[in-house]
């Protein structure tokens, strides 16, 4: 459905699951192992983070909530029973209980107004505050009143349009760095904090400033082609698109070869179709700086 920009639009996320860790070793349990410090989440609401591998991919995405004795994870459901299963092998010694409760909680999205009253859990979006509030709230509870409800794909299509990827919809798990997915951008990565799974490896990334693969807009003048097509310019593969919504989409784009077709105005394309690619306005990134002359 279309909805006017001016309405109070929020939607119930029928893809995304809950998981709950309690226990008085939680916080040190999670510290240990997250991208994030559980801090962010206590003092702001809500926190996006990621649970990596040794080899610093990205094993799982997620938004954090505190919760009683505990914290809440709103994460896709396809990945629950994994996440369990993970974070159960770390678990060790810990005092901490984990516990799938997606039978019980659902998660809602909100955007284009101040979050409403809840009966759960509801803060801003941790990523990008125009993204609207996320909330963690009982299957029974009374929707938010004064809202217009949409769909799951009303949703991404915000999402989407603002250039924000997301795990398991628009890029495979344990196949990209954080900095790949803009995870440093979106505050889904702390550089302050102790160690953690995968941390060596991300830490050395954002010290070099060696990421060239990013995510970024892409846009053209009719819809545009299927995820997994190839961005090209002058025969050369740039990039595939993650994620589209009609005529925009987010692309995972090689900067350095993106920025040199730019300064050869080259045709980009994608499927056939001219393509335009721009950086989202959130990010602190920019275009590389062009090749020095020989």
Same mark, same amino acid.
């Given at each position: 459905?279309?909805?006017?920009? +001016?309405?109070?639009?929020?939607?119930?996320?029928?893809?995304?699951?809950?998981?709950?860790?309690?226990?008085?070793?939680?916080?040190?349990?999670?510290?240990?192992?997250?991208?994030? @410090?559980?801090?962010?989440?206590?003092?702001?609401?809500?926190?996006?983070?990621?649970?990596?591998?040794?080899?610093?991919?990205?094993?799982?995405?997620?938004?954090?909530?505190?919760?009683? @004795?505990?914290?809440?994870?709103? /994460? %896709?459901?396809?990945?629950?029973?994994?996440?369990?299963?993970?974070?159960?092998?770390?678990?060790?010694?810990?005092?901490?209980?984990?516990?799938?409760?997606?039978?019980?909680?659902?998660? /809602?999205?909100? #955007?284009?107004?101040?979050?409403?009253?809840?009966?759960?859990?509801?803060?801003?979006?941790?990523?990008?505050?125009?993204?609207? #509030?996320?909330?963690?709230?009982?299957?029974?509870? +009374?929707? %938010?009143?004064?809202?217009?409800?949409?769909?799951?794909?009303? *949703?991404?299509?915000?999402?989407?349009?603002?250039?924000?990827?997301?795990?398991?919809?628009?890029?495979?798990?344990?196949?990209?760095?954080?900095?790949?997915?803009? $995870?440093?951008? /979106? =505050?889904?990565?702390?550089?302050?904090?102790?160690? *953690?799974?995968?941390?060596?490896?991300?830490?050395? $990334?954002?010290?070099?400033?060696?990421?060239?693969? =990013?995510?970024?807009?892409?846009?053209?003048?009719? @819809?545009? %082609?299927?995820?997994?097509?190839?961005? +090209?310019? @002058?025969?050369?593969?740039?990039?595939?698109?993650?994620? +589209?919504?009609?005529?925009?989409?987010?692309? $995972?784009?090689? /900067?350095?070869?993106?920025?040199?077709?730019?300064?050869?105005?080259?045709?980009?394309?994608?499927?056939?179709?001219?393509?335009?690619?721009?950086?989202?306005? #959130?990010?602190?990134?920019?275009?590389?700086? %062009?090749?020095?002359?020989?």
């Amino acid at each position: 459905m279309e909805t006017s920009t +001016t309405q109070q639009c929020y939607a119930i996320l029928p893809d995304r699951g809950v998981i709950a860790v309690t226990g008085p070793d939680v916080r040190h349990f999670l510290d240990n192992i997250l991208t994030i @410090d559980t801090e962010a989440a206590l003092r702001d609401g809500a926190a996006y983070g990621g649970l990596l591998t040794p080899q610093g991919k990205v094993q799982f995405d997620f938004i954090l909530f505190p919760a009683a @004795d505990g914290f809440l994870f709103d /994460l %896709p459901a396809a990945t629950v029973a994994d996440f369990v299963r993970r974070l159960g092998l770390y678990r060790l010694r810990a005092q901490v209980a984990i516990a799938d409760r997606s039978a019980d909680l659902a998660v /809602l999205a909100g #955007w284009d107004g101040a979050a409403p009253e809840v009966t759960g859990s509801i803060a801003p979006d941790p990523r990008e505050p125009r993204l609207g #509030w996320r909330a963690i709230v009982p299957r029974d509870a +009374t929707e %938010p009143s004064g809202w217009v409800r949409t769909t799951p794909e009303d *949703y991404a299509a915000h999402r989407i349009a603002m250039g924000i990827p997301e795990g398991g919809a628009d890029f495979a798990y344990g196949d990209v760095f954080p900095h790949d997915v803009d $995870m440093d951008q /979106l =505050r889904g990565v702390d550089f302050r904090k102790g160690c *953690y799974i995968g941390q060596e490896v991300v830490s050395r $990334m954002e010290h070099r400033g060696t990421a060239r693969r =990013r995510v970024i807009r892409i846009e053209a003048a009719t @819809d545009l %082609p299927a995820p997994g097509t190839e961005v +090209t310019a @002058d025969g050369r593969v740039l990039g595939t698109i993650a994620a +589209t919504t009609g005529g925009r989409g987010i692309a $995972m784009i090689r /900067l350095d070869r993106a920025r040199e077709a730019l300064d050869a105005s080259a045709q980009v394309t994608a499927g056939g179709i001219a393509v335009t690619l721009s950086i989202p306005d #959130w990010a602190r990134f920019g275009w590389p700086e %062009p090749a020095a002359a020989e």
